[in-house]
């Protein structure tokens, strides 16, 4: 069975236009004043302007101290009463589109209590939502400040440059990247290769080596026609543009080194040169090096974007930081094991891959409400980069057309990380509620049959009653 998993640039929508009109209309309501106060400046600084001597000096108001532009939630905010909750959100979880039901969990994050648990603790496929998992790993078992370093490196013969991937698929052929904002770029990469050569050399062969990843490039459970995808890519050390064929499109490649050292060998302005896999010499003179954003923010951009690719890199990541082999098994055992050191129970977790592409994926619902719970709340120390990575709903990510269609929801009040395959339909996150209660959800339904329109329109309206109701 084929998967779903769309990711990568986001179709403008109806209530996203919206969004933006409002914000064009206010700004330009703000030039409009500043003008007008720059006028009036000008005016009384003309040479024909009355003299300040002739009239009272103005006396300019006190405006005190700026008030900040996000307020803090209210700490006093009732928090929703579990049995009030349930019964609005049970026929809500039992309509027809989410199938068998949905395995439920919130969590009102301030106290920690569980609100609503509807079969929490079963093991269930998770889509995309494993990413979370992912996420929470890549945190605390790398230092969110981290980057991640390409280098090239010269070859065997003195016409022949190596390039060492670094694990990074954000280093992007464009200037600035179209899909990773603060990415390294091809283009810096070659300029510092260009003045570090012997003058008088041409480059004829460059060579990719990939080695820093190991075993297969695509995970058990994957399917035969997910990479590549237009969501998804063989998992290697070397790409560019997140494996993209084209910069800002959503097609892969099935050959992300290869396309990485074409790149290279364009950026040096010999795009005939000859590109092949291999490995670099022994003690070889660094030529270039470029680091990628923080690795805060490259979770981020997983996680918005439910980027696949990222995320299983990320995933190599945490293996090679712990010791383990750099392939998906180790990286599965790795991410699990970096959740345990970090206090949360996997005892029921099953990841193939970092990304939760896999099929054979298996987590409990009430684990992803414990790793938004912990980022949200500051109990997974550096994992706040979870909750900013949470796309907001009818604003951006894979939320920028979803969530935004009941007026009783608050803008921004929803954000969520989408989970799906086929026959599987996630979302969970953070919602603040109407009386300004921060809650943690995770909702998963297995075993859907529809084409993906209702159940992920079933979900939001879970999350959207949580964001519209006291339920006191």
Wanted: proline residues 8%; glycine residues 12%; aromatic residues 2%.
């Amino acid at each position: 069975m084929g998967t779903i998993a769309p990711s990568g640039p986001t179709t403008v929508t109806p209530s996203y236009r919206r969004l933006r009109r409002r914000l064009l209309v206010s700004a330009l309501a703000v030039l409009l004043v500043a003008a007008l106060v720059a006028g009036g400046v000008l005016f009384l600084t003309r040479d024909d302007a009355p003299d300040a001597a002739a009239g009272p000096a103005a006396v300019l108001p006190d405006v005190g101290d700026p008030a900040p532009v996000l307020a803090a939630l209210p700490s006093d905010a009732p928090a929703p009463d579990p049995d009030v909750l349930a019964a609005e959100l049970g026929p809500l979880l039992a309509v027809p589109a989410l199938a068998r039901g949905v395995n439920a969990e919130v969590v009102d994050v301030a106290s920690g209590e569980t609100l609503v648990d509807q079969g929490a603790g079963d093991p269930v496929t998770p889509a995309s939502t494993a990413k979370l998992l992912t996420a929470v790993a890549a945190l605390t078992a790398l230092d969110p400040d981290d980057t991640l370093e390409t280098t090239v490196v010269a070859g065997a013969a003195p016409d022949e440059v190596v390039l060492v991937g670094g694990g990074d698929p954000t280093l992007s052929t464009t200037s600035p990247s179209l899909t990773y904002p603060g990415a390294a770029t091809v283009a810096d990469l070659a300029a510092q290769v260009l003045a570090a050569l012997p003058p008088g050399t041409t480059v004829s062969r460059v060579v990719v080596d990939t080695s820093l990843f190991e075993g297969p490039l695509t995970a058990e459970g994957w399917g035969p026609e997910d990479a590549p995808s237009g969501y998804a890519a063989p998992v290697t050390a070397a790409a560019v543009d997140g494996a993209r064929v084209a910069p800002g499109e959503n097609a892969r490649s099935g050959q992300p080194g290869t396309d990485a050292g074409r790149a290279l060998a364009e950026a040096l302005g010999v795009p005939d040169a000859a590109v092949e896999l291999g490995e670099a010499p022994d003690g070889a003179t660094t030529l270039g090096s470029v680091r990628s954003a923080p690795v805060a923010r490259l979770v981020e951009q997983a996680l918005s974007q439910s980027d696949n690719l990222l995320a299983d890199s990320l995933a190599r990541h945490v293996a090679l930081a712990r010791g383990l082999p750099p392939t998906f098994e180790g990286s599965a055992e790795a991410v699990t094991g970096a959740l345990a050191d970090a206090g949360l129970d996997t005892t029921d977790v099953e990841l193939y891959d970092g990304s939760g592409l896999s099929r054979l994926d298996l987590v409990t619902p009430d684990l992803l409400a414990d790793v938004v719970t912990g980022a949200a709340d500051g109990s997974l120390p550096g994992a706040s980069a979870v909750v900013s990575g949470l796309a907001v709903a009818g604003y951006d990510g894979t939320l920028a057309d979803r969530g935004d269609a009941d007026p009783a929801t608050a803008p921004g009040a929803v954000r969520g990380k989408t989970g799906t395959l086929l026959g599987v339909h996630a979302l969970a996150g953070t919602v603040v509620t109407a009386d300004g209660r921060l809650l943690a959800y995770a909702l998963v339904a297995n075993g859907t049959t529809g084409g993906g329109g209702p159940e992920e329109a079933a979900l939001d309206a879970v999350a959207a009653a949580l964001a519209s109701c006291g339920c006191r």
